[in-house]
């Protein structure tokens, strides 16, 4: 069973830039279509960016796009989300997620959760 492994995270300043690790506990991990997930209080669990596999074609959420970059590294199995111009808006649990099928991945169901990191920016 694959597991998945965040890091990064924390409290940062509105404009600040931030990144999110995940890494895989299984290879081949290029197998996977891998996103990125966040809930704010509240809030239900959107999905942030997505990265397909094996097309590398990327999807993100209106309001990240041009903000955030999503990335993997199959040789390190891990993927990345790079969040840059952060907004307090951007405050959220932040969930690593990887799935065997791009659509059920993006409608929230993906195989695998990661453990959720904090993320929090402040005004």
């Known amino acids: 069973q694959v597991q998945l492994v965040q890091s990064g995270g924390g409290l940062v300043q509105a404009g600040d830039s931030l990144s999110l690790s995940c890494a895989a506990s299984?290879?081949?991990?290029?197998?996977?279509?891998m996103g990125w997930f966040r809930q704010a209080p509240g809030k239900e669990r959107e999905l942030v960016a997505a990265?397909?596999?094996?097309?590398?074609?990327?999807y993100y959420e209106p309001s990240v796009e041009g903000r955030f970059t999503i990335s993997r590294d199959s040789a390190k199995n891990t993927v990345t989300l790079q969040m840059n111009s952060l907004k307090p808006e951007d405050t959220a649990v932040y969930y690593c997620?990887?799935?065997?099928?791009?659509?059920?991945?993006?409608?929230?169901?993906?195989?695998?959760w990661g453990q959720g990191t904090q993320v929090t920016v402040s005004p």
């Open positions: 997620a990887a799935g065997a099928v791009l659509a059920t991945l993006r409608r929230g169901m993906p195989d695998y």
């Open positions: 299984e290879r081949p991990f290029g197998n996977y279509n």
């Open positions: 990265i397909s596999w094996p097309s590398t074609a990327t």
